[in-house]
């Protein structure tokens, strides 16, 4: 065990005194607002937790480029060894370019392009998970074309219930991922049939910000098994076991678990998954390593008192951070400024949005402390899905970021 675990005990707990204070933040205070704001400290933390998990269970880490593709948080990452986890071409050379090596990088997704294809050929990268089987027929015809082998997982759809928001469940049979069972002969005639594919192994992903960890991931560790044994019995060797991503993090308390509870996800995966010596079990988080590391920091423009319920209106909106909008997701609203000056009274809210969308909410009846024209306010556990899938909409310029190292 590291000595910062040692010393704090139950992982997630520990690091709240270094969690970004209200008067770090407000320290920011002179800034064009909105901006984001990551905690690089925590990062860190959180990379050596996963860093020292994983050499503990033999499980290897790609994070999941996706969540969040900053600059200074790809190199800290790759900085401590992980691997990486693409989605398309752009990502894979940006990981690439930003320290992850080949080797260690994995490329999924169900619409790849051709030149895509040929890129990760290319680069060589560790694998290319293969979502259907014209995919793998495809891959095998350009890598012929290039006088390459492929690298190829290939991604299973297991049909299990992630139990989270149906836009971010991925692992049940309509859902439009993976190959289904129905299709396993066919896909093992396939694979015997293409030369120019190095099959390497099977993919999972099941969803996204499962808290049910230990229920649901073992559950998919246990459906992985019978279907890694399915392949086996066919004659087809899986050197390889890609668990995907998913792990949940504390929107709620995000003080209280800055660093998510990599422990309970990796012992459940240890302790479920059978392993053949020498077969590699991966993971692919993404969320859980950056979201409590970021905030969205927006300033009160107005406070406007309708006729049932009070508005604070941000400068920041839906096309900064989509989340609330897009799922109806929690993220906990704090006022930086009423802390820093330790304002006492509190008052209900409705904190919205300037955008022309009803559904540009942050949050509905929330009590914060009493608020001003002018208060920074934080839109927490902001680091995942948030900057990545900030948008021009209504012309709005992009927010930028800040780093606390
Ligand atoms: N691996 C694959 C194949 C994935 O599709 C994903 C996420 C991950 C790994 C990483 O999952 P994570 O550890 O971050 O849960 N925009 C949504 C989340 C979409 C996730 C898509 N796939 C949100 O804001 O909640």
């Known amino acids: 065990m590291s000595v910062l675990a040692a010393a704090c005990g139950a992982p997630g707990r520990c690091y709240r005194q270094n ?16 901006f984001y704001l990551y905690d690089m ?16 269970y033999g499980i290897e880490v790609h994070y999941a480029v996706k ?28 990981a690439l370019e930003n320290g992850f090596p080949a080797g260690k990088t994995v490329f999924s997704g169900v619409g790849k392009t051709d030149r895509e294809i040929e890129l990760a050929i290319s680069k060589g990268v560790f694998s290319i998970n293969c979502e259907s089987l014209p995919e793998i027929r495809v891959v095998n015809e350009i890598a012929s074309g290039m006088g390459k082998k492929a690298n190829v997982s290939v991604r299973i759809n297991p049909d299990i219930d992630a139990h989270t928001h149906k836009y971010i469940t991925t692992g049940l049979e309509e859902n439009k991922f993976g190959i289904s069972r129905y299709e396993f002969e066919e896909l093992v005639k396939t694979l015997g049939e293409c030369e120019s594919i190095d099959f390497n192994g099977l993919h999972f ?12 991931f073992a559950l998919e560790c246990r459906r992985a098994a019978e279907i890694v044994s399915w392949f086996e019995s066919k004659g087809l060797e899986i050197r390889n ?39 590699r079990v991966h993971i692919e988080p993404g969320r859980s390593v950056v979201a409590q590391c970021g905030i969205l920091c927006t300033r009160v ?64 009846d929330r009590t914060l402390p009493a608020s001003r024209r ?18 021009r909409y209504n012309l709005r310029d992009l927010a930028e970021a800040e780093y606390i190292d």
């Open 19 to 34: 969690m970004m204070n209200a008067n770090e933040i407000v320290g920011f205070g002179n800034r064009k607002t909105p």
């Open 41 to 56: 400290r925590l990062l860190s933390r959180t990379l050596d937790e996963i860093v020292r998990l994983s050499s503990d």
């Open 67 to 94: 969540a969040n593709a900053n600059v200074p948080v790809l190199r800290r990452i790759s900085s401590k060894g992980l691997g990486a986890d693409c989605v398309s071409g752009n990502e894979i050379l940006f």
């Open 205 to 216: 992903h099941i969803g996204s910000q499962i808290t049910d960890v230990a229920d649901v």
């Open 241 to 279: 076991i890609n668990l995907g991503g998913g792990l949940g993090i504390d929107y709620e308390e995000p003080q209280k678990h800055p660093v998510p509870d990599f422990a309970a996800w990796m012992r459940t995966i240890a302790r479920t998954l059978p392993r053949k010596e020498g077969v």
């Open 301 to 364: 423009l107005y406070v406007k008192e309708g006729q049932k319920k009070t508005f604070l209106i941000t400068d920041a909106g839906m096309n900064d951070l989509i989340r609330p909008a897009l799922y109806g997701a929690y993220h906990k609203i704090r006022n930086i400024t009423a802390e820093a000056e330790n304002r006492s009274g509190e008052k209900v809210y409705d904190v919205v949005g300037p955008v022309c969308e009803s559904s540009d909410v942050w949050g509905e």
């Open 374 to 391: 002018g208060d920074l306010l934080a839109i927490c556990s902001a680091g995942a899905y948030g900057q990545v899938m900030a948008s």
